[in-house]
Each structure stands twice: as C-alpha cells, then as structure tokens.
C-alpha cells in the first residue's frame, strides 16, 4: 500500500476529530515503512500506538456520537469493537510468526490493513457524523472535572 494522504474530503469540519485521524494516519503511514523495512522495534510502537488510539480516540467520538444522539451509533461502535477484534489478531498472529520474514510478512499485512481500514472507515462511517456534529454548539459545556 501506498502512503495514505489527508485530503479535505476526510475532514468532518471539526477539529478534535480531524485532529485525531491525522495524528493516526501518521501511525498507519509509519507502519507501512516499519513493516517493509523489517522495523521490529517500530511495529511494536504501531501496535502500542492501536491501543492508545482505539482507547482515546473511539471512546471520544463514541461519546460525542451519545451527545448528538446520532442514530447510526450502534452500527458505528460494532465497526469499532472489530477493529479492536482485528487489530489483536494481526498482533497475535505477527507476534506468533517464527521467522523473521514470516514477521515481516504478518508486519506488511498489518500495515496494509490499517491504511484500508482508515480509509475505508473514516470515508464511510465517521463521515456520517458530519452533518449531526453541528448539535455539538447547541449542547452545554460538559462538566468533566479530569478533563476540563
Ligand atoms: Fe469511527
Ligand atoms: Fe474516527
């Protein structure tokens, strides 16, 4: 797979998201050149840097999708716990492999599915948020102490 660019047609006009996904196609960018260069070390920072996406930026916009009641949520988050699902077993499976171009070979697959999986996912499903993410400015401020 080819580098993954930012093009404004994945923009959902909001900039909390936006900024997350470009922080995350860096990571899916990264991965591409970690994988087929063999970059053991560097796969480990991706697959770490899934988990810190998966736990910061789906419990994110899972808790807008609640705020702005968007009613395709429950397709959405299904669409997330896979992603989750399929994440662990490319890790399992890259984990698991004996030799080194086995590694190599479960590092470049891993890669790959990452760059179609944001592709795919934030073109067809976080695309639907656009329009309700509007309903944002009308609700109040939240009252979240630790994060204010
Ligand atoms: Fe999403
Ligand atoms: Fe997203």
Redo the contacts with the bound molecule.
Sequence with gaps: MAIVAWREQMSLNYLP?DQE?QDFLKVVNYSLGAAKSGDFRGMEQVFNSCYDYVRN?FSH?EDIMERIKFPDMKAHMQAHRTFIKNISEFRQKYETAKTKEKKIEWAVKTADFLSLWLLG??LSR?KLLKPYLVRLRNLPPRMDYNNP
């Design positions: 998201l996904h930026h916009e996912h934030i976080d």
